[in-house]
T-cell receptor, first 110, second 116 residues
Framework: SQQGEEDPQALSIQEGENATMNCSYK?????LQWYRQNSGRGLVHLIL?????REKHSGRLRVTLDTSKKSSSLLITASRAADTASYFC??????????FGTGTRLKVLA | KAGVTQTPRYLIKTRGQQVTLSCSPI?????VSWYQQTPGQGLQFLFE???????NKGNFPGRFSGRQFSNSRSEMNVSTLELGDSALYLC???????????????FGPGTRLTVL
């Protein structure tokens, strides 16, 4: 399967703590995106990092990309109950096709 | 601007039947992609359309087909339904569906298909 792997599969933290999730992929990529999905609904785009970038920030989100290891991480700082969701990385390698990771289910406890 | 809409939201069918799902992209978006999401297989790419042309297709049997109309609306069809086709079917639209992956995909709420 071309699908990426995400780690951990599930994560439970207290409100205010930081959450880190990792994504590994299998082929060389053009770009990597992170998406959030609330409870079996549509996905929402969070952030895009290009293959020539190593780190990117957006609000409470910090994404890193290591193309030599074919991996990316998403850090959510000062988490809130509203951050409870599943998080997916998605990669594309020039074929109009996005490959999604298996997802990390994050639960933030109030 | 209205978001991506999918109809119907829920559908129950029996094995052997066929089903057609519809997706209306955000106005001005010309690329539409379809995904199947199941607990066991996660999000799997089905196909992508741009200007009525299929540019890529995932590893699904020929029972899964799609099309795009001149107004960018898209439909997907599944014939001879099997129990394993039960899933959330998601459609996503983007401006051009750049093959560099720089386009943001905007997802619809999905159609939940149950096959009995």
């Amino acid at each position: 399967s071309q699908q990426g792997e995400e780690d951990p599969q599930a994560l439970s933290i207290q409100e205010g703590e930081n959450a880190t999730m990792n994504c590994s992929y299998k082929t060389s990529i053009n770009n990597l995106q992170w998406y959030r999905q609330n409870s079996g609904r549509g996905l929402v785009h969070l952030i895009l990092i290009r293959s020539n970038e190593r780190e990117k920030h957006s609000g409470r989100l910090r994404v890193t990309l290591d193309t030599s290891k074919k991996s990316s991480s998403l850090l959510i700082t000062a988490s809130r109950a509203a951050d409870t969701a599943s998080y997916f990385c998605a990669t594309t390698s020039g074929t109009y096709k996005y490959i999604f990771g298996t997802g990390t289910r994050l639960k933030v406890l109030a | 601007k209205a978001g991506v809409t999918q109809t119907p939201r829920y559908l129950i069918k029996t094995r052997g039947q066929q089903v057609t799902l519809s997706c209306s992209p955000i106005s001005g978006h010309r690329s539409v992609s379809w995904y199947q999401q199941t607990p066991g297989q996660g999000l799997q790419f089905l196909f992508e359309y741009f200007s009525e042309t299929q540019r890529n297709k995932g590893n699904f049997p020929g029972r899964f087909s799609g099309r795009q109309f001149s107004n960018s609306r898209s439909e997907m069809n599944v014939s001879t339904l099997e129990l394993g086709d039960s899933a959330l079917y998601l459609c996503a639209s983007s401006l051009t569906g750049s093959n560099q992956g720089t386009d943001t995909q905007y997802f619809g709420p999905g159609t939940r298909l149950t096959v009995l």
